[in-house]
């Protein structure tokens, strides 16, 4: 039984690629975007592992500089706080909005969980139109133990009362999906374009190439 469905944010619900054009023409070139994201996320998963935590968003500026200073692209601090800022403002992916009007229409609760701080993921959800589609918006921030470690799926069992077996994330991001699922949740992978699951560990009961798709799929699962 799945009662709280539990939405990463960024690349699964929102489009990271209108980063692509601010990239190229601060670093000369869109193919670093993904790679400042992989380097965001190092940053944010050693702060875990060794006990310094690091939150997203001073996370991806030293990512920026980092990137900046190996492609021998000075920047000012103004100009890596503006592309930090068009975090704010992604689009969501075509599907999203329609899959999580159907997902809001059971008697499922919708709930964004995110590596983000609050407030930029709740201004995230806004500036996407689709905040009203979720009951709850919580922040792996406020419990200082960024996903994939257990506390943030665990908080949302918390939070909604339910047995972690209740929830299901929806990401994404294998790491995120592995993460869930070792934390004793279920989880349905979104199989976006150049992503791919993890060969090692427990696999999900869902995997989907789009939102629209994970909806339907978790619609017939969970909500008979």
Request: aromatic fraction near 6%; hydrophobic fraction near 45%.
């Amino acid at each position: 039984m799945t009662r709280v469905l539990a939405f990463d944010v960024n690349e699964t619900l929102l489009d990271l690629k209108a980063l692509d054009e601010p990239f190229e023409k601060l670093l000369g070139t869109p193919k670093l975007r993904p790679q400042w994201f992989g380097q965001m996320l190092q940053l944010s998963f050693i702060g875990c592992l060794t006990g310094s935590y690091v939150d997203f968003t001073t996370a991806q500026r030293a990512a920026l500089h980092m990137l900046a200073q190996r492609e021998g692209v000075p920047l000012a601090e103004e100009q890596v706080e503006e592309t930090v800022a068009l975090m704010s403002s992604l689009p969501p992916h075509a599907e999203v909005p329609a899959a999580l009007r159907k997902l809001a229409d059971t008697p499922l609760k919708l709930v964004a969980l995110t590596n983000s701080v609050e407030d930029v993921a709740e201004q995230q959800l806004r500036n996407a139109g689709i905040r009203d589609l979720f009951d709850r918006v919580m922040s792996a921030d406020t419990v200082r133990r960024l996903k994939p470690a257990p506390e943030p799926y665990l908080s949302v069992a918390t939070a909604f009362d339910v047995p972690p077996a209740e929830v299901r994330l929806v990401a994404a991001h294998s790491w995120d999906v592995t993460g869930a699922l070792y934390a004793g949740c279920k989880a349905a992978f979104v199989n976006r374009p150049g992503t791919v699951l993890s060969p090692i560990g427990p696999r999900p009961d869902i995997v989907a190439g789009d939102i629209g798709e994970v909806a339907d799929l978790i619609i017939e699962h969970d909500c008979r």
